[in-house]
C-alpha cells in the first residue's frame, strides 16, 4: 500500500503498476494459514507493509490493515451496524468499508472528508472544524485515524459529539503510544521530519497515549476501550492478521 503522494506522483500508471504488485504477491503468498474476513481471501500470511516492513499486515487482494480486519469483525459481532437502521457519517471514509457500507440497504450513508476529491466517488465535502449540519444528526459516526492530523483536535471531537443523536454510538481510532498515559504534542515541532521523529509519520501534530479516551471524554462522550483482541486466541489473531492490544474506541452518547 502506498501513501497518497506517492499515488499523486504516480498519475495514470498506479492502477497499472499497483494492479500487477497485487497481483504478484497473491501468488507470492499462495497459502491457507490466514484468512482475510473483509474479502475471504486465503494467503501463507499477510505481505508486509510499511517503512518498518511490519509482517503480517496487508491483504494482497482487498488491500485492508490490520486494523480495519478487526473492525470489520466488530461491526459484525459487536455492534447492531447491520440490524437496525441507522444514518452515518463516515469521515475520511476507508475504501474496504466505503464499498461495503454503500451496499447496506438499513444505513444511510454519508461518507465526507476535507479532501473529496481523494477518495472513491460519492465522498462529499465536510470540514470537522467548521461544518453547517444540524446537531444531533448521526445515529453513527466513524472517524478513524483523523485526530491526529488536526491542531485543535478538541474541537474536532467536540463537533463530532454535537452531531451524534442521543442513543447513537460511534468508533473513534488514532494511532496509540501504548507505553505512555499522557499525549505527546509540541505546536513548535513543525518541520516534518522532527514531526516524524516525535509523531511518528510527517503530517502528524500529536502521538495519543492511553489519555485519549480522557479526550474523548472531555467532550461528552461515554467511551468504551474494548480490547477485542483479547477474545481471539493467539492463533486466530495471527489467522486474521490482527495487531495484538490494539484496542477498540467505541464511543456513544
Not at 95 to 103: A, E, G, P, Q
Not at 169 to 197: C, F
Request: with cysteine; aromatic share 14%; charged share 25%.
Amino acid at each position: 500500500m502506498l501513501s497518497t503522494q506517492a499515488k499523486e506522483a504516480l498519475g495514470p500508471l498506479f492502477p497499472i503498476l499497483n494492479k500487477v504488485r497485487l497481483q504478484f504477491l497473491r501468488l507470492k503468498l499462495a497459502g491457507n494459514k490466514v484468512l482475510c474476513p473483509c474479502c475471504g481471501s486465503k494467503y501463507s500470511e499477510f505481505a508486509p507493509f510499511g517503512d518498518s516492513r511490519r509482517k503480517n499486515a496487508w491483504c494482497p487482494k482487498c488491500e485492508s490493515l490490520e486494523r480495519h480486519r478487526l473492525l470489520w469483525m466488530y461491526f459484525e459481532n459487536k455492534t447492531d451496524l447491520y440490524t437496525k437502521p441507522h444514518k452515518m457519517l463516515h469521515v475520511a471514509p476507508e475504501t474496504i468499508f466505503m464499498s461495503h457500507f454503500k451496499k447496506q440497504k438499513n444505513i444511510d450513508y454519508h461518507p465526507v472528508d476535507i479532501f473529496p476529491h481523494l477518495y472513491p466517488a460519492g465522498t462529499q465535502y465536510f470540514d470537522v472544524l467548521n461544518h453547517n449540519e444540524p446537531d444531533n444528526s448521526y445515529d453513527v459516526i466513524i472517524c478513524n485515524h483523523v485526530f491526529q492530523y488536526i491542531e485543535d483536535d478538541k474541537t474536532a471531537i467536540n463537533n463530532l459529539y454535537k452531531l451524534m443523536t442521543p442513543g447513537g454510538w460511534g468508533i473513534m481510532q488514532v494511532p496509540i503510544n501504548g507505553k505512555t498515559v499522557k499525549t505527546y504534542e509540541d505546536s513548535s515541532i513543525t518541520d516534518p521530519q522532527e514531526r516524524l521523529k516525535a509523531f511518528g509519520l510527517k503530517e502528524h501534530v500529536r502521538y495519543y497515549g492511553l489519555d485519549y479516551a480522557d479526550r474523548l471524554r472531555a467532550a461528552g462522550f461515554n467511551v468504551r476501550v474494548d480490547d477485542y483482541t483479547a477474545e481471539f486466541s493467539e492463533a486466530d489473531n495471527y489467522k486474521y492478521g490482527f495487531w495484538k492490544g490494539d484496542a477498540i474506541y467505541y464511543v456513544s452518547k
